[in-house]
């Protein structure tokens, strides 16, 4: 047989080394170089770690892109006592923000940001859904090696991701086709730029040459591979090769494609740009299969790839979310889409209102832990935004060492005005926070992100209301929400955060973050 099932061959197989991927049409990892004047390693820059105040990074790594260093693995402050736990009715229909953003209101089935959960037809459903995994290669460049020595440890971990971030309400049932079938023509036939996959992605030259992948594959294929029931075709290409830079079908705005069993109209084929992060291909399955179940992109679209202008950051989550950055520090994805998509129990999500608010305090759980307690805090804001407060932990599926810590609590901004591409999902950091490198060694990691987590003791003043993070547990936070005493509306922020309007790091700018109430 050359189609194998997945429980057959995880425990027989070892994980080989897999070769990563990036963006696909999600955001291209983001490389940053040393310094023309390198800073030497420094093994320690503080005598202390921890203090009774803010301790500001004075270590600057890059000053082309205002990053620092940091010697310590987190800011901790002395911590204040938590409120009482008296927040009042939890009405989670209040928090439930309608969407608004421009396209929403044009595309009807577009990836969705707010309420009403995206149910058009092209919405990838709960359920188990049938993929079939199919190595190719082409003539004149041929596939090396096992290709299930690849594939069988990558399908394994995006399984354990989604039985998490969905709560198994999607889950795949695998297929493997375990030798590498020759496409009919020569790769010059199918030759993709980057940039005219990232530029023009629905031109007819690239669209026209995604047509002749799908096709010609699927055909060379259908004879060893049995397609009935199949519901997404992940192809995979030779390593190391410059033809593509991916052939992904996206319905309804490519074809469809029949099989001797029926009909494909989903599927990935990562390319050049995917190839270069140590264990990355399940990164890409997980982030672009995110966008059937029509869940956004959370970096800027204009941003993405050969379109990025230089010291320009990609996105206002950078670092933090597998929609912003798959590659990331952080693969978690964050509890305001697991809110809207259905995945968080009501238990898991609780909902304050200016009318209806008490000063409260939560404890919070990360949102890997699959259980029924408390993961999100949403304090509602206006129709259209709210903060977002909730616990982070590094977790099993994530392998980059060395960084900041990412265990404590993370606060973002929601704005459902704002979709798919834009930037709706914004970080908000502590004041005095920076950006810093996610990795310790110069010129390594994916480059500049937000020194965004709040440990034990740091707050975050914003719209009137004050976060506190009192407590840090093993496995859940205790965080206090209040009113602020003498709220002025308008004034300057104290927080950090990063948008449209202040993400060219060449330019400097008046305020800390262009979100103001």
């Known amino acids: 047989m050359k189609i194998i099932g997945l429980g057959i061959l995880v425990g027989a197989l070892a994980a080989g080394g897999i070769v990563g991927c990036s963006q696909g049409s999600g955001e291209k990892q983001l490389e940053v170089a040393a310094p023309e004047e390198s800073v030497e390693p420094v093994t320690s820059l503080y005598e202390t770690c921890d203090t009774d105040e803010i ?45 608004t953003s421009w396209g929403r209101g044009h595309y009807p089935d577009a990836n969705n940001v707010g309420f009403p959960r995206q149910e058009g037809e092209y919405r990838l459903a709960e359920g188990v859904h049938k993929v079939a995994f199919i190595p190719v290669q082409w003539p004149d460049l041929l596939g090396a090696g096992d290709p299930l020595t690849l594939a069988v440890p990558a399908a394994k971990k995006v399984d354990e991701w989604y039985s998490i ?11 493997f086709h ?56 992940y ?9 593509s830079a991916e052939f992904n079908l996206w319905p309804p705005g490519n074809g469809s494609f029949e099989t001797d069993e029926g009909t494909i109209n989903r599927g990935f084929t990562p390319g050049s740009y995917q190839f270069r992060q140590k264990d990355g291909l399940w990164h890409f399955w997980v982030h672009e299969t995110l966008h059937y179940l029509r869940l956004p992109d959370l970096y800027w679209v204009d941003q993405n790839s050969v379109k990025r202008t230089e010291f320009t950051l990609p996105g206002p989550m950078q670092g933090y ?11 978690d ?78 606060v973002y901004h929601v704005d459902t005005s704002i979709g798919h591409g834009e930037g709706p999902l914004t970080l908000l950091a502590p004041h005095g926070r920076t950006l810093v490198r996610s990795q310790i060694t110069p010129g390594s990691g994916p480059g500049p992100n937000l020194d965004a ?33 003498d709220f002025h509306p308008g004034s300057d922020p104290t927080y950090v955060c990063f948008t449209k309007e202040n993400r060219d790091m060449s330019l400097d700018y008046p305020l800390s973050c262009p979100i103001v109430y």
């Not at 509602?380 to 994530?398: F, P």
């Not at 975050?460 to 093993?474: D, F, M, Q, R």
């Open 55 to 99: 301790q500001p990074l004075t270590v600057l790594d890059d000053p082309r892109w205002k990053m620092y260093s940091y010697g310590c693995p987190s800011d901790r402050q002395t911590p204040t006592t938590a409120l009482a736990y008296d927040p009042g009715v939890n009405d989670l229909e209040q928090c439930q923000l309608i969407e």
């Open 165 to 175: 971030y969905t709560r198994a309400e999607v889950s795949f049932d695998w297929q």
């Open 178 to 233: 375990d030798t590498w079938i020759t496409l009919p023509f020569e790769s010059a036939r199918y030759s993709q730029s980057e940039a005219q996959q990232n530029t023009d992605q629905w031109g007819d030259e690239n669209v026209g040459v995604i047509d002749l992948f799908w096709s010609t594959a699927l055909e060379a294929a259908d004879p060893s591979v049995d397609f009935t029931g199949v519901e997404i075709v």
């Open 235 to 243: 192809f995979i290409l030779p390593a190391n090769q410059n033809v």
């Open 321 to 331: 979310d597998m929609l912003t950055n798959q590659d990331g520090q952080s693969l």
């Open 333 to 410: 994805l964050n509890g305001w889409l697991m809110w809207l998509s259905g995945w968080l129990s009501d238990s898991e999500v609780y909902c304050l209102t200016p009318e209806s608010f008490q000063s409260s305090s939560f404890e919070i759980t990360p949102v890997s832990t699959v259980d029924n307690s408390l993961k999100s805090v949403i304090v509602k804001l206006s129709d259209n935004t709210a903060l977002v407060i909730e616990s982070r932990r590094k977790t099993d599926l994530e392998t980059q060492v060395g960084n900041r810590s990412r265990d404590g609590v993370l």
């Open 453 to 485: 987590i709040l440990y034990e003791g740091n707050s975050i003043e914003i719209a009137g209301y004050k976060v506190t993070v009192n407590e840090h547990k093993e496995h859940s936070d205790v965080i206090s929400i209040s009113r602020v005493p």
